[in-house]
């Protein structure tokens, strides 16, 4: 079964320090095309859906190079808008063992930073569109993509087609133009029918404190909080990181249903981690994947948490697994080499 996905966010450029080094520690940045919402878009088509997304880029070659390096991964670009501006960059260093990653963030009045909320034609953009994903990384650019990325969820909701959106808080993003993340981010989630989103979300966004100890119990604390606050809400997934240090963290995934129903994907150690950038995504699209496809929440959860896992053997911000890749991993044999 394939959906049509329209995924709206920022493309950026990824400049990374080589290796485990830091930033300019030698003179070399490798370069990466990234962005929350285009890493969940290039992994669903690599699942076979229609993918498509709506950004806007800078009308130049690094703009071009963006867009491109979608449609090569089968994303359908024909909502990519190109105007005068600058790409969106972020600088990485990606730590090693007890030395956490860095990033820096040089996005302030990109392209699609500047474009008017008006500048999308939600209605033609979301024709046929069964989803529409977004990120809390949206919004917290500034006035006219919180906007923007309001009109999209609601021109969704006309459409009928159902929100996806991952709170993702930036909160260096947020405190550079002093915007009310708050208000914005629960007027967002007030559309959602998914919300990848942790206790951590929660307590930004509705102010609750949890005070559990136990990870699982808070997140279904935070996740009772939004069922109550969003009647429209439906699901809520996040997964579970306990860090052993840099290279080396156990992941499981959980998701909530608005009945309390919670699905559990098992513990898994994964390290040493090549790349950890986008692993969110990657879970976030396995998770849309199995909820396509009306699967169960065990097994919609088991294939979000091993397509997140499998992220982080890619470099880049993209996961490129295949679904033959990723339910390799959910099943027997999982390392035998394929041949
Ligand atoms: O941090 C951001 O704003 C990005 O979009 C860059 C990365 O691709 C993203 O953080 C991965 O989730």
Redo the contacts with the bound molecule.
Sequence with gaps: MSARVVCF??L?L?LSAPGRERLLQSPALEVRI??????VGVSLARFGHRAAMVSTVADNALGEAAAGELRRHGMDTSGVRIAPGRMGL?FLAPGAIHRPAE?L?D?AGSAFALAAAEAYDWPALLDGADWLHLSG?TPALGTNTAAAALAAARAARATGARVSFDG?F?PK?WEAWQGDARGILSELMAEADLLFADHRDMGVVLGGDYPQSEPLARVQAGAADAFAAFPRLRWMACTLRSPRNVDHHALSGVLVGRDGGTALAPREEVGPIVDR?????AFAAGVLHGLIHGWQPERTIGFGLAAGCLKHSIPG?FNLATVADVEALVGEGRYDVRR
């Design positions: 966010g920022e950026l990824r990234g962005g929350a919402e285009a890493n972020y990033v963030y996005r990384i993702n930036r993003l950038i986008g692993g969110g995504d911000d």
